[in-house]
């Protein structure tokens, strides 16, 4: 698989760091709700559920042995207030901290493997990509019980906070979790409704030129902001486009990671852009923006911000 779809898919890439515009969003109330829920006694129904494969995973006694190979299910697993049972990673999860503690064993997208099952997990949580479908048949043979889950909207994070509470045996926690992330999406969405809304060009990756379409949770993102997204016609999570045509649709601001603007603001060849030209990017946080998780109420914070300054405390 091409980095830039793993970077779609929420797996960013290895070695972005944070530079600008972290938002300072309180995730107070989120704790005060994990502890309240913390304190109700959770379902033990045992019961069996679809995956994204169609494959059956079975909800019966709660796992102890997790291996995660997906950086949002990582963090939907220590939120929920089960890190302690995670026993593997992948290099590119890398919150909360704690998640630096556990063993990391590689990729998430054709995962190796024998180096998994060497762990000896209960629980193997997958990006429902059709590359990790060869993986996802290979745990199952080896009677490991499995979860491939696609995210790529914001339903599908809600989603999957409830089929991992379930399987937890915390579904309170879990539409804790829910509500908090919901709550700021919601509030953030009042903020900036009747503002002026800028269209945005996102930058994905460089070679080929690739962006985001209306399939993709951060396109949603862009909509909740307050902006909107120049390829929003374009109905997949992603797609390969031109620079002439990025020119052509002429957006206001440019959003990019790190290495993205900085590339851009080298490449000569970006100057038909006018948004270019005048050094109108945004250089957004990856690690927040890029990941359908926990943080997505923090990353529509933060890009409310850089399109309404001031709009969302």
């Known amino acids: 698989m091409p980095l830039w779809r793993a970077l779609v898919a929420g797996i960013p890439l290895e070695g972005v760091s944070v530079l600008f515009f972290r938002s300072r969003l309180s995730l107070s109330c989120l704790f005060s709700a994990l502890a309240l829920a913390a304190c109700e006694k959770p379902s033990r129904e045992a019961s069996v559920v679809r995956d994204d494969f169609g494959d059956s995973v079975r909800i019966g006694v709660a796992p102890t042995r997790i291996v995660s190979l997906n950086p949002a299910t990582t963090e939907i697993i220590f939120t929920l207030g089960a890190g302690s049972r995670l026993i593997g990673r992948t290099k590119y999860d890398l919150y909360p901290d704690s998640a630096r503690l556990i063993p990391a064993l590689g990729d998430g997208i054709r995962p190796n493997v024998e180096v998994v099952l060497g762990t000896h997990p209960d629980l ?15 745990f199952r043979a080896a009677g490991v019980n499995t979860l ?166």
């Open 148 to 313: 491939s889950i696609k995210v790529d909207h914001i339903a599908d994070f809600r989603r999957t906070v409830t089929l991992l509470g379930a399987i937890l045996h915390d579904s309170v926690r879990a539409r804790a979790v829910i509500d908090s992330v919901q709550n700021t999406l919601d509030r953030v969405a009042a903020a900036t409704k009747g503002s002026a809304r800028p269209t945005v060009f996102w930058d994905i990756w460089d070679a080929p030129l690739i962006t985001i379409g209306a399939g993709s949770f951060m396109n949603e993102l862009v909509d909740i902001a307050g902006a909107r997204n120049v390829y929003a016609d374009i109905k997949g999570p992603s797609a390969e486009i031109s620079l002439e045509d990025v020119s052509r649709r002429d957006p206001d601001f440019i959003l990019a990671g790190p290495i993205g603007a900085k590339q851009i603001l080298s490449d000569r060849r970006w100057r038909i852009v006018r948004a270019a030209r005048e050094k109108k990017i945004f250089v957004v946080d990856t690690l927040i923006v890029a990941r359908p998780s926990v943080r997505l109420g923090e990353a529509a914070v933060s890009l409310a911000n850089l399109f309404h300054p001031g709009t969302v405390k």
């Open 124 to 138: 193997v949580l997958l990006y429902a990509s059709l590359d990790n479908r060869p993986a996802a048949e290979r």
